[in-house]
């Protein structure tokens, strides 16, 4: 990949002056941009030569990736375009743009195998071609398709071709994107070799942007692995391409590992927990070996996540900074205490996918901040209406769940690049770490840590859109991998799974751990109650997990009872074979009580069979028992809560504050213990 190196343009973007005016004024940003070759510049090579043979054409300009447009308003050829730019500049492809009509298309078996051509076409009309494509789409669908070289349709000419395909469609026409799919047809049919996915995106729904960022990332995985190339990063050794400390970028990375400093570790096992289809909920395997990181069954890791691609080149594509993702920034506090928030100097792209929150939901008071950088009066206008109006706020942007890109693509399409960067970092959150329950027993594997994760996909009343959970999806991505699929795409998002520098290669993922004081009592014999539904059974997986192990030892183990909620037995009882393993080793000392919300009417919750085993809770608790809760902290722990002071009212013939007053007595020392998120 030799961009010319006397195309190398230091851009010094003093980054507004302005900004002092609209932010804190605490960051600024100078930008080097080592990546300044245009796409644009290479546009037009067919317009001013002379061949129309496309073949000679790459050749003569030592191009190895065509992409042709079928454009009718220019939509297409914009797209185009941009992936020109983003191939040139991030895999080193030598790219030119070409429409299609200035080429012949029967020396397209002629096209030699090293090289790629997309076909970026839109469907016009009543699932016609564009004007531009007519010929082309009537040649290749034509009934005797005829190359130079005298080869037939039933040769499969055009075997060498590896080819890319997006379509731009609108869904409420009849032939919704029908160009594309017969062209991808008729070039699959002639032999041809698809690389990626058939992109297709809707202008009906509105999705066009969000249709080709969702298709892009894994076309470019699949391109990468076919034509064996490498996204090219900055050689700059100081530069942080996401890795979390100096040391993780040196190499030289060691313990002791912290909150500071994550230790890089290998994910030896993972699998679904979910027998359904709809929903995943991910066991891992985590290794510390080595490391010097320990831990004790209760205590929490944290994992760090990165951002999805295709929310990363939204918003690098909002920004208007997409074409120079991989330039080399410099965020520096204009004062000098101000501690900037992201490791520097970096670039546009790691730091939106390794350092900033950038998909939480966006706040009103960040977007209004925007309004002076807008790209038209209109935007402008809007955005000043957003923030100073809470009720449109929250009808245009907060009800739909909008991340901060995603909301200032429902004001406008055209892209935002006057905001300047360091804006954006100071505005946004650092991307924080989220912590797990450890599942396992300390006991049992310490050196390998287990999560229990249920994936976040979720739709939030009057969302436009699906909520993916960053970390996760990111998790999810992982397992697919590490399970043998090379390019994973869970719900459709794809991440840099090998990580800065390809430090993470071999399923890898930052971790620290943080210490807790959700214990078992250290005597076993001292019964137990947890009450853990859904993925709140974590750590009691690890409580029993434990106590299984000491009573198969022969020691003397105390009930160990468990109350576990989910929808239903047969789709999200998770660890249920491994319950019976247990019940096996420990006998009656353990008890699993289950409650099914799904199975019938009404519905039963934790908190209800709590309650239908008053007797025996109370009873455990008369000998010392400790109580557990661990999950979700909005409803059912609430009400766990206050079912158990009713308990003991109860059982004990109390008034019911006296009963309530016991369960605060029990948490202050330490007998009711809460694991809630
Ligand atoms: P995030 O991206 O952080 O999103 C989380 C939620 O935020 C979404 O579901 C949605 O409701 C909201 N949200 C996100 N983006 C938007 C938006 N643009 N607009 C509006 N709303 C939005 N989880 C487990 O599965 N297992 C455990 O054992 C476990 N233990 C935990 C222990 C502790 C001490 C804590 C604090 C949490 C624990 N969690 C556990 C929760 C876990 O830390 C994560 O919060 C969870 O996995 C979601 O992370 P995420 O990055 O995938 O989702």
Request: one cysteine or more; aromatic letters at 10%; glycine letters at 8%.
């Amino acid at each position: 990949a030799q961009l010319d190196t006397l195309d190398l343009v230091v851009l010094v973007a003093l980054l507004v002056g302005s900004v002092a005016y609209f932010t804190k004024g605490t960051y600024w940003a100078v930008a080097k941009d080592p990546y300044a070759a245009s796409a644009s510049a290479m546009n037009g090579a067919a317009k001013s030569g002379k061949t129309r043979n496309i073949v000679e054409k790459m050749d003569e300009t030592g191009k190895n990736c065509v992409i042709f447009y079928g454009s009718q308003t220019g939509t297409a050829e914009d797209y185009a375009s941009r992936l020109a730019k983003e191939g040139s500049q991030r895999f080193g492809l030598k790219t030119m743009v070409a429409d299609i009509e200035d080429y012949d298309y029967d020396n397209l078996d002629t096209f030699p195998d090293d090289k790629v051509a997309f076909f970026v076409l839109a469907t016009y009309g009543e699932g016609e071609p564009t004007d531009n494509a007519v010929e082309f789409y009537q040649f290749l669908t034509g009934d005797d398709v005829a190359f130079e070289s005298g080869a037939s349709a039933d040769d499969q000419p055009l075997s060498s071709l590896k080819y890319v395909t997006f379509g731009l469609g609108n869904n409420t026409y009849e032939h919704y994107n029908a160009m594309v799919r017969q062209v991808d047809t008729a070039l699959t049919k002639l032999g041809a070799k698809r690389i990626g996915s058939a992109g297709e995106g809707d202008d009906g729904a509105g999705t066009m942007e969000e249709d080709f960022l969702a298709w892009k990332e894994p076309m470019w995985t699949a391109l990468t692995d076919a034509m064996n190339l490498q996204e090219r990063f900055p050689e700059d050794e100081t530069v942080y391409l996401g890795e979390p400390t100096a040391a993780h970028r040196e190499g030289r990375a060691k313990g002791p590992f912290s909150a500071h400093n994550p230790f890089i570790a290998p994910i030896v096992e993972s699998r679904e927990l979910f027998t359904v289809k709809d929903r995943n909920c991910l066991h891992m395997e985590i290794s510390i070996a080595g490391s010097n990181l320990s831990y004790q069954t209760g205590d929490h890791i944290a994992v760090w996540p990165t951002n999805a691609g295709a929310e990363v080149d939204r918003f690098l594509e909002v920004f208007g900074i997409a074409d120079k993702r991989h330039s080399v920034i410099n965020v520096k506090g204009i004062d000098v205490t101000a501690k900037v928030p992201i490791p520097t100097p970096t670039t546009y792209d790691a730091a939106v996918r390794y350092y900033m929150e950038a998909c939480a939901p966006v706040s009103r008071q960040f977007v209004s901040t925007l309004a002076a950088f807008a790209p038209d009066e209109a935007s402008k206008n809007e955005i000043v209406r957003l923030g100073a109006d809470k009720d449109y706020f929250h009808e245009k942007i907060s009800n739909h769940c909008f991340n901060i890109a995603q909301a200032l693509q429902s004001i406008t399409s055209k892209p935002f690049s006057a905001v300047p960067f360091s804006l954006l970092v100071e505005g946004l959150n650092k991307l924080q770490p989220r912590y797990y329950s450890i599942s396992s027993s300390s006991l049992v594997q310490k050196d390998k840590i287990s999560i229990t994760a249920v994936v976040e996909s979720v739709r939030l009343p009057g969302a436009s859109h699906m909520i993916k959970g960053v970390t996760t999806n990111y998790l999810l991505a992982l397992k697919q991998k590490q399970n043998g699929d090379p390019t994973p795409d869970p719900h459709g998002l794809t991440y840099s799974i090998t990580g800065p520098r390809n430090k993470y290669d071999g399923i890898h993922v930052p971790v620290h751990v943080r210490h807790s004081n959700f214990k078992l009592p250290s005597d076993p014999s001292k019964p137990i109650i947890m009450v853990g539904p859904g993925t709140g059974v974590a750590p009691f997986r690890g409580f029993i997990q434990e106590r299984a192990a000491l009573a198969a030892k022969g020691e003397k183990v105390g009930t160990t009872l468990l109350f576990f909620g989910c929808r239903k037995r047969d789709e999200d009882f998770i660890y249920s074979d491994e319950f019976q393993t247990y019940q096996e080793q420990m006998g009656d000392a353990l008890k699993v009580i289950t409650a099914f919300s799904r199975e019938g009417t009404p519905k039963v919750y934790v908190q209800h069979r709590l309650k239908e085993n008053a007797e025996l809770v109370s009873e455990l608790l008369k000998q010392k028992a400790n109580f557990y809760v661990c999950g979700d902290a909005a409803n059912m722990a609430r009400e766990v809560n206050l079912v158990l002071g009713h308990i003991i009212a109860e059982q004990r013939g109390m008034p019911a504050e006296k009963g309530e007053e016991m369960v605060k007595h029990m948490r202050s020392s330490g007998s009711y213990q809460e694991d809630v998120w």
